[in-house]
């Protein structure tokens, strides 16, 4: 447990200087309450283009996620960069349905189509990632849409429910319903068609977790790097990550 709050320390602390150049607010009735999101727009006409959602990690927010590193790779992509929305997930939502609120029919069903209409995107062509709570919140959601691609970083993830730190779930049921090494298990394919980015840092408390979740799925791109439960890492790899991604929506 001590592991896991360094790395939530660390969470708290990421995300100083924002890179998104926009901002809208969902007025969300699956939540009851006003989350404001932000967003990166490329420069250029947003019609027609794609969208990747990205998804804070715990004790975060949207613009610590919205960081220049990150918003500075996804430019450098050209045309074909998307529209990037880092999508609002409170404090500890960990992004699915649960007593205190709809969080994850709140990003499938409020935030992405809000996006769409509001920057007039391509519904067909959208990705999903996200960083520690994020990662898993990601890799979970992409079970109930199709999405061209589905990444998860760091992803924060347990393998029994007696892992789990307070807040992460609501009980053993809630666990066991967003079981995703189970969920893989059953079925390999998992995500469908979606094409799937998992990493990991060596001495991450959540690596025997990813690594399971890698080794029950098929087609998956799994990446161990040498670190902790880091952003810094992401930050790094934002170029590469982000031309993933852009792949993934353009051959979508």
Partial sequence: MRLLAAAFATLALAGCGSGANEH??????????????????????????????LL???????????????????GKVGDRAPVVVFANGGNHSYY????????????????????IRKYELDPRRVAIAGFSMGGFGALDLARFRRFCAVGGHSAAMWRTGGETPQGAFDDAEDFEQNDLIEAAARNPR?????????????????????????????????????????????????????????DALADC
């Fill in 190 to 246: 998992l995500y469908g068609d979606a094409k799937v980015w998992i990493d990991v840092g060596t001495e991450d408390p959540f690596r025997s977790a990813d690594e399971g979740l890698a080794g029950a799925l098929s087609g998956e791109r799994f990446v161990l790097w040498k670190g902790g439960h880091d952003f810094s890492h992401f930050e790094h790899d934002a170029p590469r990550v982000m031309k993933f991604y852009a």
């Fill in 24 to 53: 809208f607010t969902v007025e969300s009735r699956l939540v009851g309450r006003s989350l404001e999101q932000a967003v990166y727009v490329p420069s250029g006409d947003t019609k027609g283009r794609p969208l990747l959602v």
């Fill in 56 to 74: 804070h990690g715990r004790s975060s927010s949207p613009d610590s996620m919205a960081k220049k590193s990150i918003t500075n790779a996804i």
């Fill in 96 to 115: 699915h349905d649960r007593d205190d609120g709809r969080w994850g029919s709140y990003i499938l069903d409020e935030v992405i189509p809000a996006a």
